[in-house]
């Protein structure tokens, strides 16, 4: 932003006297002298232009009426000397006022052809106003350098070519071409998605965030990057400083993964785009590589960040040279489907990075929710993975399983029917198992069907590389070159269903730049053509925002649609539904939920589809509501306030010397930034773990016990333990183990993090609970990883058993939720049909009455007429009675 001097101010007065003008500049500076209007052009005469300086294009435009600023001719007009274009709108810095919005401008036919370039050549903004619904089309960047005055040895001089910002920008039918330093062709930079404007620099007095005003975080950033070539990244030295920022595109950083960035990058060429090993880098959540073809890239699409990325129909063609791969995975619920992998060779250069498919078992916190503002810059746990249909031909380590020293998590999802060949004629030297990895033990420690779930998945042509019933050895199937073509298609037995289903996607050749690939004025070499294809066909597009997993309470949620095209919405379960059911371009759609009274949670969906006659676009939304949390079917024992019973009886040992307070009572003090520390024994030879460390708490009743659910510290590895009880004494005889329920040792899952609890239903009852804790394991709980056991909370849910005064099983009641907020009670039946309802106070006086139905499981209660407060609830049949305690609450 700036102030608008009272010159411009004049020719902004000037400019809105009317609409669809055309202004003719030869002086590319000439550009920012006006605010343009809806359906406005402007000219730029052929010419060499060494200009070195920015310009800036700022307008209002609409969908109708876009905003065009382009060469006189396509490729007329070339920038030498490295010019720098920023688009976007303004705003009064003294008032406020919105004089350009920076949308719907459109940037055409233009090259740039050497010169030097700058830290970001091209920018979607002008300072903090940022384009919206703006596009750059036909234009190529070509060789821009560095100068000889900035270079420095040892340090790559990181240039950006093109900087997207804002929101719904498009990048297509662009050519990239002989980049040589670092820095990315194209970089989607999400910093200022996080949070609305007005985007500023903090003022005096504030902290570094005082900018910061609300949470856009979830909010669909919707960028397309499609049909461009992409050509001749040279590859940067890995020893130079800011070599690992020289990826062809990156979507996001480490800072940015938990945006809903939802960046479409499709139908795109790479040719020799080697810059570093990660051709694409995905920082960032919900985007997709769809119908992209790769030849000769030293690297792979790594999604190195941020969850639900979606890699379809993509075509990774190696061509036999050392470095190229196909895709790297990391993180969580992506799905990865009908890919076709060919010829990617990696046995010098990278080689544990760059494989068909390379799994990362990581220990950061996965899928970050949009709202929050914790992320992690190392390797993400990979869970809920989706590897379908995918084909691997001629590729060494078809699937390659990566572990380091702190990355050693199992892998979770679903690998299913992919086809991996290798043709009789392949080099015995670079033949490789199905499955491999940069340890002996890799595929053991993160990779085996104990987390992934392999089914129907066939090869040919090489030895599978470990057990597992996952995949069929198929010497039937054929593989049949296609005629003047480089890639197979299959015949024989077993082949069907498996493998990528390519449709009618074929991969792009050389040929084909010039000509509805990259820019229409030059060919693949970046000769100047002058019978290439200008025009350009945007692709048709339906893109949904996302929900990030719902609670359980009945509610309703927006979500965006925005479409280039007709479409009709349509709700596939009977607990969603939808207040806009068609429609044609963008809209606002309202999703309503009903309760989910379930304690597991719930999947659902919404299918868009496009209206016949176009692309037949299907999207579908997936709607996942969480179940009741355990903790509101049962009552908790030691709540934490005061009058509570529950006390810490002994310990075996605790670390509090020398100012250390790590003490047992922590585990009770509500506050999980308190942890009981103690450090066990050392392992006795032969065997995994010693004899424990342990805490007895005294319940001072006995409880019937559904439920204890214990919190740790944020340790990456997780911590081993058991649980015994006792009705009667402490002695070690008195008690009985109950966790784990299998084996001799429970394995905690929420590492990482210390705000999260592990729970454990049970049904037993006791009056004494010993914890005993034998410190920290690897994933497959038989190695200790350390004697040290941090325990930050331990919670105990259940009911005394002096209030039942039947002996029947408290499970066939449950009552949710508890605390109850909303004035509705549930109850569940679980075998026994009970009569009647009744709800006490404290001090045993009746407060609601209410005759149950027998021939229903589940019944409401409404209690919205009941203050806040402590009650019971009785529920009885002749002489069954069971009483539970409920917690009213109004907030």
Same mark, same amino acid.
């Given at each position: 932003?700036?102030?608008?001097?009272?010159?411009?101010?004049?020719?902004?007065?000037?400019?809105?006297?009317?609409?669809? /003008?055309?202004?003719? $500049?030869?002086?590319?500076?000439?550009?920012?002298?006006?605010?343009?209007?809806?359906?406005?052009?402007?000219?730029?005469?052929?010419?060499?232009?060494?200009?070195?300086?920015?310009?800036?294009?700022?307008?209002?435009?609409?969908?109708?009426?876009?905003?065009?600023?382009?060469?006189?001719?396509?490729?007329?007009?070339?920038?030498?000397?490295?010019?720098?274009?920023?688009?976007?709108?303004?705003?009064?810095?003294?008032?406020?006022?919105?004089?350009?919005?920076?949308?719907?401008?459109? !940037?055409?036919?233009?090259?740039?052809?050497?010169? &030097?370039?700058?830290?970001?050549?091209?920018?979607?903004?002008?300072?903090?106003?940022?384009?919206?619904?703006?596009? @750059?089309?036909?234009?190529?960047?070509?060789?821009?350098? !560095?100068?000889?005055?900035?270079?420095?040895?040892?340090?790559?001089?990181?240039?950006?070519?093109?900087?997207?910002?804002?929101?719904?920008?498009?990048?297509?039918?662009?050519?990239?071409?002989?980049?040589?330093?670092?820095?990315?062709?194209?970089?989607?930079?999400?910093?200022?998605?996080?949070?609305?404007?007005?985007?500023?620099?903090?003022?005096?007095?504030?902290?570094?965030?005082?900018?910061?005003?609300?949470?856009?975080?979830?909010?669909?950033?919707?960028?397309? @990057?499609?049909?461009?070539?992409?050509?001749?990244?040279?590859?940067?030295?890995?020893? &130079?400083?800011?070599?690992?920022?020289?990826?062809?595109?990156?979507?996001?950083?480490?800072?940015?993964?938990?945006?809903?960035?939802?960046?479409?990058?499709?139908?795109?060429?790479?040719?020799?785009?080697?810059?570093?090993?990660?051709?694409?880098?995905?920082?960032?959540?919900?985007?997709?590589? @769809?119908?992209?073809?790769?030849?000769?890239?030293?690297?792979?699409?790594?999604?190195?960040?941020?969850?639900?990325?979606?890699?379809?129909?993509?075509?990774?063609?190696?061509?036999?040279?050392?470095?190229?791969?196909?895709?790297?995975?990391?993180?969580?619920?992506?799905?990865?489907?009908?890919?076709?992998?060919?010829?990617?060779?990696?046995?010098?250069?990278?080689?544990?990075?760059?494989?068909?498919?390379?799994? /990362?078992?990581?220990?950061?916190?996965?899928?970050?929710?949009?709202?929050?503002?914790?992320?992690?810059?190392?390797?993400?746990?990979?869970?809920? $993975?989706?590897?379908?249909?995918?084909?691997? $031909?001629?590729?060494?380590?078809?699937?390659?399983?990566?572990?380091?020293?702190?990355?050693?998590?199992?892998?979770?999802?679903?690998?299913?029917?992919?086809?991996?060949?290798?043709?009789?004629?392949?080099?015995?030297?670079?033949?490789?198992?199905?499955?491999?990895?940069?340890?002996?033990?890799?595929?053991?420690?993160?990779?085996?069907?104990?987390?992934?779930?392999?089914?129907?998945?066939?090869?040919?042509?090489?030895?599978?590389?470990?057990?597992?019933?996952?995949?069929?050895?198929?010497?039937?199937?054929?593989?049949?070159?296609?005629?003047?073509?480089?890639?197979?298609?299959?015949?024989?037995?077993?082949?069907?269903?498996?493998?990528?289903?390519?449709?009618?996607?074929?991969?792009?050749?050389?040929?084909?730049?010039?000509?509805?690939?990259?820019?229409?004025?030059?060919?693949?070499?970046?000769?100047?053509?002058?019978?290439?294809?200008?025009?350009?066909?945007?692709?048709?597009?339906?893109?949904?925002?996302?929900?990030?997993?719902?609670?359980?309470?009945?509610?309703?949620?927006?979500?965006?649609?925005?479409?280039?095209?007709?479409?009709?919405?349509?709700?596939?379960?009977?607990?969603?539904?939808?207040?806009?059911?068609?429609?044609?371009?963008?809209?606002? @759609?309202?999703?309503?939920?009903?309760?989910?009274?379930?304690?597991?949670?719930?999947?659902?969906?919404?299918?868009?589809?496009?209206?016949?006659?176009?692309?037949? $676009?299907?999207?579908?939304?997936?709607?996942?509501?969480?179940?009741?949390?355990?903790?509101?079917?049962?009552?908790?024992?030691?709540?934490?306030?005061?009058?509570?019973?529950?006390?810490?009886?002994?310990?075996?040992?605790?670390?509090?010397?020398?100012?250390?307070?790590?003490?047992?009572?922590?585990?009770?003090?509500?506050?999980?930034?308190?942890?009981?520390?103690?450090?066990?024994?050392?392992?006795?030879?032969?065997?995994?773990?010693?004899?424990?460390?342990?805490?007895?708490?005294?319940?001072?009743?006995?409880?019937?016990?559904?439920?204890?659910?214990?919190?740790?510290?944020?340790?990456?590895?997780?911590?081993?333990?058991?649980?015994?009880?006792?009705?009667?004494?402490?002695?070690?005889?008195?008690?009985?183990?109950?966790?784990?329920?299998?084996?001799?040792?429970?394995?905690?899952?929420?590492?990482?993090?210390?705000?999260?609890?592990?729970? &454990?239903?049970?049904?037993?009852?006791?009056?004494?609970?010993?914890?005993?804790?034998?410190?920290?394991?690897?994933?497959?709980?038989?190695?200790?990883?350390?004697?040290?056991?941090?325990?930050?909370?331990?919670?105990?849910?259940?009911?005394?058993?002096?209030?039942?005064?039947?002996?029947?099983? !408290?499970?066939?009641?449950?009552?949710?939720?508890?605390?109850?907020?909303?004035?509705?009670?549930?109850?569940?039946?679980?075998?026994?049909?009970?009569?009647?309802?009744?709800?006490?106070? !404290?001090?045993?006086?009746?407060?609601?009455?209410?005759?149950?139905?027998?021939?229903?499981?589940?019944?409401?209660?409404?209690?919205?007429?009941?203050?806040?407060?402590? &009650?019971?609830?009785?529920?009885?049949?002749?002489?069954?009675?069971?009483?539970?305690?409920?917690?009213?609450?109004?907030?």
């Amino acid at each position: 932003m700036k102030k608008i001097t009272t010159f411009l101010l004049f020719l902004f007065t000037l400019s809105t006297i009317g609409q669809n /003008m055309t202004y003719n $500049i030869d002086d590319p500076k000439d550009l920012q002298k006006t605010f343009y209007q809806p359906g406005d052009h402007i000219i730029l005469k052929n010419g060499i232009y060494d200009t070195d300086g920015r310009a800036v294009f700022m307008g209002s435009g609409t969908a109708e009426n876009p905003i065009v600023f382009r060469a006189e001719t396509p490729g007329g007009v070339i920038f030498t000397g490295g010019m720098q274009l920023n688009i976007g709108g303004e705003t009064d810095d003294t008032t406020g006022e919105i004089l350009a919005t920076g949308e719907y401008l459109i !940037v055409d036919g233009f090259h740039w052809k050497g010169g &030097y370039g700058s830290s970001s050549v091209i920018e979607f903004r002008n300072s903090y106003d940022h384009a919206r619904n703006s596009t @750059i089309q036909n234009c190529v960047m070509d060789g821009l350098g !560095v100068d000889i005055n900035d270079t420095e040895i040892g340090v790559s001089e990181k240039h950006n070519w093109i900087q997207m910002y804002g929101y719904f920008n498009t990048v297509i039918n662009c050519s990239f071409m002989n980049k040589v330093t670092s820095g990315n062709m194209i970089l989607v930079d999400l910093a200022y998605n996080e949070w609305a404007p007005p985007h500023r620099e903090p003022e005096e007095g504030e902290p570094d965030n005082g900018y910061q005003t609300v949470n856009t975080s979830c909010n669909t950033v919707g960028h397309t @990057i499609s049909n461009n070539y992409f050509y001749n990244y040279q590859k940067v030295n890995s020893s &130079y400083e800011n070599s690992g920022d020289s990826e062809t595109i990156r979507i996001g950083t480490s800072s940015n993964q938990n945006i809903h960035s939802g960046t479409t990058v499709s139908n795109n060429y790479f040719v020799q785009a080697d810059g570093e090993n990660e051709i694409i880098t995905n920082k960032s959540k919900y985007n997709k590589y @769809i119908n992209n073809t790769f030849r000769r890239s030293r690297g792979s699409l790594v999604l190195r960040h941020g969850s639900h990325a979606t890699v379809e129909g993509n075509y990774f063609l190696g061509e036999n040279v050392d470095g190229t791969g196909g895709i790297r995975i990391v993180d969580s619920n992506h799905t990865i489907t009908n890919n076709y992998i060919q010829d990617c060779i990696t046995i010098i250069d990278q080689a544990k990075w760059n494989n068909g498919i390379t799994f /990362m078992g990581g220990k950061a916190a996965a899928a970050v929710d949009c709202n929050s503002s914790s992320m992690s810059n190392g390797y993400q746990k990979s869970e809920n $993975i989706n590897l379908s249909n995918n084909t691997i $031909i001629n590729t060494n380590a078809p699937l390659f399983y990566n572990v380091n020293t702190d990355h050693d998590n199992n892998v979770t999802g679903t690998i299913s029917n992919n086809l991996i060949y290798f043709t009789p004629s392949y080099p015995a030297e670079k033949l490789t198992p199905v499955i491999s990895g940069d340890t002996p033990t890799s595929y053991s420690d993160i990779g085996t069907n104990a987390a992934l779930t392999y089914t129907g998945n066939v090869y040919t042509g090489t030895t599978l590389g470990a057990t597992n019933t996952g995949f069929e050895e198929k010497t039937e199937i054929i593989a049949n070159l296609i005629p003047n073509g480089d890639i197979f298609t299959f015949s024989g037995t077993g082949y069907e269903g498996k493998g990528a289903d390519m449709g009618a996607y074929t991969p792009i050749t050389d040929d084909m730049v010039g000509y509805g690939i990259g820019a229409c004025f030059t060919n693949n070499l970046g000769v100047n053509i002058f019978d290439g294809d200008c025009s350009i066909e945007i692709p048709e597009s339906i893109v949904i925002s996302n929900l990030q997993p719902l609670s359980n309470a009945e509610a309703n949620y927006d979500i965006t649609v925005n479409a280039n095209v007709g479409w009709t919405a349509v709700s596939n379960n009977d607990w969603i539904t939808i207040d806009i059911s068609a429609g044609t371009g963008d809209a606002t @759609i309202s999703v309503s939920v009903t309760q989910n009274t379930e304690t597991s949670s719930r999947v659902g969906s919404i299918t868009f589809t496009q209206v016949a006659g176009g692309s037949d $676009i299907v999207r579908n939304l997936t709607i996942t509501q969480e179940g009741i949390s355990l903790t509101d079917l049962y009552n908790l024992i030691n709540t934490g306030e005061s009058g509570d019973l529950v006390k810490v009886f002994s310990y075996s040992k605790q670390e509090d010397k020398e100012g250390k307070t790590n003490i047992a009572t922590n585990t009770l003090d509500k506050n999980f930034n308190t942890v009981w520390a103690a450090d066990d024994d050392s392992v006795p030879t032969g065997d995994y773990k010693s004899d424990g460390e342990y805490v007895i708490y005294n319940l001072n009743d006995e409880y019937k016990l559904d439920l204890i659910q214990i919190a740790t510290d944020d340790k990456a590895d997780p911590y081993g333990l058991q649980i015994w009880v006792s009705t009667t004494g402490t002695d070690p005889s008195d008690f009985t183990m109950v966790l784990p329920t299998s084996g001799d040792l429970l394995i905690t899952t929420t590492t990482g993090i210390r705000e999260a609890y592990d729970q &454990y239903e049970v049904s037993t009852n006791a009056r004494y609970v010993k914890l005993i804790v034998f410190g920290r394991f690897n994933g497959t709980a038989d190695t200790r990883k350390s004697q040290w056991s941090n325990i930050s909370e331990i919670e105990f849910y259940g009911t005394s058993t002096t209030l039942s005064t039947h002996d029947f099983s !408290v499970n066939n009641i449950i009552l949710f939720p508890n605390p109850v907020s909303n004035g509705l009670l549930y109850l569940n039946k679980q075998s026994i049909d009970f009569d009647e309802l009744t709800i006490y106070n !404290v001090s045993g006086k009746t407060i609601l009455t209410k005759k149950l139905n027998s021939s229903l499981k589940k019944e409401s209660i409404d209690i919205s007429s009941i203050s806040e407060g402590l &009650y019971f609830v009785e529920v009885k049949k002749g002489s069954f009675r069971s009483v539970n305690k409920i917690v009213v609450s109004k907030q």
